[in-house]
């Protein structure tokens, strides 16, 4: 399995993600988890909807993709380094 970014909404009715994060820590230890994030002001699927969702989340998608990234012939996005390139790949 790809390493795994989770970004959870803390108002979210529908999936109780403390508890995803909560397994991902102590039962799925084989998973690389890079980040886990609970946006309390967040509903279902608002880290993707939400006027502010690059601000608050596509920023560290940037930075999460990044970090798994090992390819080298490729242009460092913008606001990366290129020295954390592949610092969390396989």
Known sequence: MPPVSLYVGGRDK???GGKLIE???QVETDIVV???QIDDDYEH???LWSMD???RIGVRVKEDIWSTTVE???IVPEGCRKEDQGMRAL
Do not use: A, W
């Open 23 to 25: 397994r991902f820590e």
């Open 53 to 55: 969702c690059i601000e």
């Open 14 to 16: 529908l999936v109780e």
């Open 34 to 36: 890079i980040r886990t």
């Open 45 to 47: 699927l608002d880290c």
């Open 72 to 74: 080298e012939d490729i």
